[in-house]
């Protein structure tokens, strides 16, 4: 079988789907500044699908500095990794607010989210270690759980009996083997809202002996009172052994961090092949993400906005009976009942007929039968904006129930 051959004839679970999906469903183009308003397809449409939590994307001093930060290094700046030519001061610096800010003693710069926490997990564990994860896991957790040569178990979604039991598992294991026990949820699952049961998981260690690393990448700036995220949400900063943010979200950004212990993390910066062996971040972000950790943390009412614009959401629509499954964050996913067929005509309608675009989730990363439309709220969006779409779903929801879906496909032109 030629490698090429096997491709053509199935191109995966997501893009078996690109001929009629490419450039509508999937990579869509929103045009004009990242603001809850954009351009998708020459209209004007109210957005819900970015991760710019705080609206720090467009805000004018981050413009600013991202400006500044390009001029006087330009994007090449600077050359190599960080440990061999790609250091720099202003990196250090912000390592230095970033692990104050989210309550460690150190931290430790990485060039992107994804790869970064695939090389965290890679650095930590070796043969003779355990590692015990949430069955919802992101990919980039499954990725790293992929490099590991251990034995791996996996424990019911936030279920914490399903983590003792595989604790007890784990701990016969490394017995014998001599390893430890690393433990992986995420502070915010972001497909449903959920926030990982970090607390409970650390009144675990009572019982177990085993490190915690938590991937907090939509709880960071967004979660606890100050912002530092969801371990501060649920005060067991202390209880997170390795804690992981990425600044993709709340930071609008691109890059992530992992804090832990001092020497944790100068194991990080000497063992981490992801960074080792790659380019350090540009200059212009790491100028660009210390003014946006400036203005996150000095700016409560960013957060404070964040929260009015996602609990007026929630609200509305669950007084208008539709499913919002497990969240409890701003993460607002609307669960409804329909075929692939039928959840594709309602998101075509609501993008075409009420300039509403939201992201859809549909079989195999939700059951069959459901549709799941995601809302993701932010700092900028309004509370008009929020009247508009819970009226608009309160009508696509009458749709779908009375199988107008079933009956009425758009093309794409
Ligand atoms: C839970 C989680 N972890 C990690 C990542 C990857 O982060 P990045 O986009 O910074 O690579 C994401 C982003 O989608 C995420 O949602």
């Known amino acids: 079988m030629d490698i090429f051959e096997k491709i053509a004839k199935h191109m995966g679970p997501i893009g078996q789907h690109h001929k009629w999906s490419h450039g509508y469903f999937s990579f869509p183009k929103l045009e004009g500044d990242i603001a809850p308003h954009m351009n998708f397809r020459g209209k004007e449409h109210l957005v819900w699908s970015l991760n710019n939590y705080l609206g720090l994307a467009n805000h004018p001093e981050v413009r600013a500095a991202d400006e500044k930060g390009a001029a006087d290094f330009g994007m090449a700046y600077p050359m190599g990794a960080r440990m061999m030519s790609g250091n720099s001061k202003y990196h250090e610096q912000l390592e230095q607010e970033l692990a104050a800010f989210v309550g460690k003693p ?5 060039n992107y989210g994804y790869q970064g926490m695939v090389s965290i997990i890679d650095s930590l564990v070796d043969r003779n270690d355990v590692i015990v994860y949430d069955a919802e896991s992101h990919a980039c957790i499954i990725d790293g759980l992929r490099l590991h040569m251990g034995k791996r178990f996996v424990y019911k979604h936030n279920d914490i009996e399903s983590a003792r039991k595989q604790l007890e598992r ?5 017995e014998q083997s001599g390893g430890g026990i690393l433990v992986i949820t995420e502070g915010v699952f972001g497909m449903s809202g959920a926030q990982g049961k970090l607390k409970e998981l650390v009144e675990l260690k009572k019982e177990f002996n085993f490190r915690l690393l938590i991937d907090d990448a939509h709880g960071f700036g967004t979660m606890g009172p100050t912002g530092a995220g969801t371990h501060e949400e649920q005060g067991c900063i202390d209880g997170v052994d390795v804690y992981f943010g990425t600044f993709a979200k709340s930071m609008a950004g691109i890059g992530a961090f992992v804090a832990s212990t001092e020497e944790m993390t100068n194991f990080f910066r ?3 092949r992801s960074q080792t062996f790659a380019k350090a971040l540009p200059m212009p972000m ?12 000095n700016n409560p009412e960013l957060r404070e906005r964040l929260w009015t614009i996602a609990t007026t959401l929630q609200k509305g629509l669950k007084e208008r009976g539709f499913d919002l499954g497990v969240t409890n964050t701003m993460v607002t996913p609307v669960f409804l009942k329909g075929e692939l067929l039928e959840a594709t005509a309602l998101t075509m309608d609501l993008r075409e007929n009420y300039g509403i675009f939201c992201s859809i989730v549909v079989y195999p990363v939700i059951p069959k039968g459901l549709i799941e439309l995601r809302l ?3 700092a900028v969006h309004t509370l008009e904006d929020v009247q508009r779409t819970l009226d608009a ?11 107008y879906y079933k009956e009425n496909q758009f093309a794409i032109s």
């Open 376 to 378: 993701i709220p932010t």
């Open 286 to 297: 790491v100028i660009g993400l210390l003014k946006r950790l400036e203005l996150l943390k």
């Open 106 to 110: 150190d931290a430790f710069l990485l």
């Open 393 to 403: 779903f309160s009508e696509v929801s009458d749709k779908l129930k009375n199988g």
């Open 270 to 272: 000497y063992n981490m």
């Open 170 to 174: 784990a701990t016969k294991l490394v």
